[in-house]
């Protein structure tokens, strides 16, 4: 009985999870993009390079645009990030997930670059100035076990939502609030629920 | 190795979203490299990142964008120029992945006590190299704003625990507290406002330190 009752637990977690706007590109989406991967590293394809850029480099374009990159400054960024995909291809590790997640920390690392060597401060989320008191501030002191223990979809799909839009997007708690359609103190309190639930699901609770 | 101290979920997040820079994102990274939990953690959010990028919309690129990428791959040497890292990043990590921490040009200020003052943080956060032997006690202190350490080599201890090799400690302005080494103890230390001494010669010690 308890068997049935978390495969149905997993089903609905998982039609949540395609629901979301976070949800991730399918299975045979991302299979795909390992294969280009995995053919650019081993055979040096600028076919399968041609399909990854294709795809990836418009989004990584609006990506450094959205951190108030110039037009001329994404463009160049981008270029650099895909050298960098060439490069590193045979770093990724296919069984590590997502090829957009790859892609992602290498552009997120440019973006990171770009900004030590020109001097510009990275910009500090809301949260950082925002007067929500956390309980468990900065730091965590918990023993935490060697196991890999994954969180993620436990989190309640509204709260990763505003997780993604205010973290990722870098979206301000009022900008959050408008695009989700709910108000400031709903994105509030589910930003603060979600911090509280991942401090206690990232050390194996519930 | 397990760490007994971690930076929270929202410092990995937004390490992981990109929105800590400098010494802090190498305090954090250097953290994961020795505690598989909060890297496996760091993993996880990184993918919102990528699901986050998946979903933005396109951007035209240049028209010779794919050409001018090319190019510049052909033109590189294979050799893979070194990354310019960000300095004492090096230095840092090795001190804690190796134990290496001969040849440093530490300043001793007390026969117990050593420092190497790394480069300011343009956003005004100091950040140092602490040395202290075992049995240094460092004199009773608040921070005006937050301290961040990250213990490198060897362990100290105050009254809310014992810290060791990889841990992660956040000190803020409510935390009063006077560490004391219990091993001989390399940590790099970054404060977001200077130290305030609140013992009986607190008041000297800020005049002189400060």
Same mark, same amino acid.
């Given at each position: 009985m308890s068997n049935v009752v978390a495969i149905n637990h997993y089903r609905e977690r998982n039609s949540t999870l395609k629901a979301s706007p976070t949800a991730k590109p399918s299975q045979e989406q991302n299979d795909f993009w390992i294969s280009c991967l995995i053919d650019v590293a081993k055979n040096g394809s600028q076919a399968s390079f041609q399909k990854l850029f294709k795809h990836f480099a418009p989004k990584i374009k609006t990506f450094f645009l959205k951190h108030n990159l110039s037009l001329q400054e994404a463009e160049e960024l981008m270029q650099e990030t895909f050298i960098s995909v060439w490069r590193y291809a045979d770093y990724f590790e296919a069984n590590k997930g997502q090829v957009s997640t790859w892609v992602y920390t290498i552009a997120r690392n440019k973006k990171l670059d770009f900004f030590r060597k020109n001097s510009r401060q990275v910009a500090t989320t809301e949260m950082a100035s925002e007067?929500?008191?956390? #309980?468990?501030?900065?730091q965590y002191s918990e023993a935490m076990g060697e196991e890999m223990i994954t969180f993620l979809p436990q989190l309640p799909p509204e709260q990763l939502e505003v997780i993604q839009k205010v973290y990722?997007? #870098?979206?301000?708690h009022q900008k959050a609030a408008d695009a989700l359609n709910i108000t400031l103190g709903t994105v509030k309190g589910r930003i603060r629920s979600a911090i509280n639930n991942l401090n206690k699901l990232m050390r194996g609770g519930q | 190795m397990s760490c007994n101290h971690h930076p929270s979920a929202q410092a990995l997040i937004q390490y992981a979203a990109g929105n800590v820079a400098g010494l802090q994102r190498l305090m954090i990274k250097l953290h994961c490299k020795v505690c598989s939990g909060c890297q496996s953690a760091v993993d996880q959010f990184e993918e919102i990142g990528g699901a986050t990028l998946d979903n933005l919309s396109d951007t035209p690129v240049a028209a010779d964008s794919f050409a001018q990428i090319m190019s510049k791959i052909h033109s590189m040497?294979?050799?893979?120029?070194?990354?310019?890292?960000?300095?004492y990043a090096q230095m840092i990590e090795k001190i804690l992945t190796r134990g290496v921490s001969d040849k440093l040009n530490w300043h001793w200020r007390t026969k117990r006590f050593a420092e190497i003052i790394l480069a300011n943080e343009a956003s005004g956060e100091e950040a140092k190299l602490i040395y202290f032997k075992k049995g240094m006690r460092v004199p009773q202190h608040t921070h005006t704003d937050k301290e961040y350490t990250l213990v490198l080599k060897g362990a100290f201890a105050d009254d809310s625990g014992e810290y060791r090799r990889g841990d992660y400690v956040c000190k803020s302005a409510l935390d009063e507290h006077a560490p004391r080494a219990t091993s001989d103890c390399i940590c790099l230390a970054i404060t977001t406002s200077p130290l305030k001494f609140t013992g009986t010669f607190g008041p000297v010690l800020n005049w002189f330190l400060n």
């Open positions: 007067d929500i008191a956390f #309980e468990t501030g900065d990722f997007e #870098e979206l301000s | 040497d294979e050799a893979v120029s070194v990354a310019d890292e960000q300095p």
